[in-house]
């Protein structure tokens, strides 16, 4: 199975002093005294820059006084949070057992193919993350991918191919 939660040689696409970190302050000054609120602070950085900078866990540890390698460790535990930016779409393709035999690495050869970009990682111009999961919870439809939270199933290279293409073209109108 080809499930890769994280990519240790995957680098940010914006260095680290081009996140403006001004767009977090309110954020980590409203949960700073806060017990608990390592998550919520977390989640609402990476809801404002659609990953978590480094520079940032720097600043939230100064500022709630939360060690830096604790909160790396969650940033790392949580498959939620990530280091690195994300393309525009997010394509989720199941490798469960039921989409496995049914041919679930074809559909990632496929999209990989397509897309010219490896699972795991982000296309060049940040349309898409290609990402193999473990399961998605839709086994009759086998095989499926989730794009943006829409699911498809019953899938063939042929399938996945025209779906992306026709995102790619609503993108552009």
């Known amino acids: 199975m080809r499930i890769i939660r994280k990519n240790p040689e995957r680098k940010s696409f914006l260095p680290d002093e081009e996140a403006d970190l001004t767009r977090i302050e309110s954020l980590i000054k409203k949960y700073a005294s ?7 602070i977390l989640q609402g950085v990476q809801e404002v820059f659609g990953y978590i ?8 540890s100064s500022e709630t006084g939360m060690s830096e390698s604790d909160i790396f460790g969650v940033i790392t535990f949580y498959s939620q949070f990530r280091l690195y930016p994300v393309g525009k779409h997010i394509i989720k393709v199941c490798h469960g057992t039921a989409c496995h035999v049914q041919n679930a690495d074809g559909i990632t050869t496929a999209l990989m193919n397509e897309l010219g970009v490896e699972d795991g990682k ?4 940040r349309l898409f993350t290609l990402e193999s999961v473990a399961c998605l919870g839709c086994c009759s439809l086998a095989p499926v991918m989730m794009i943006d939270g829409e699911t498809y199933g019953k899938l063939s290279g042929e399938k996945v191919v025209k779906i992306v293409r026709e995102i790619k073209k609503n993108d552009n109108i």
């Open 34 to 40: 806060k017990k608990g609120s390592m998550i919520p």
């Open 53 to 60: 900078p480094k520079s940032s866990i720097h600043m939230i």
């Open 122 to 125: 982000t296309t060049d111009d």
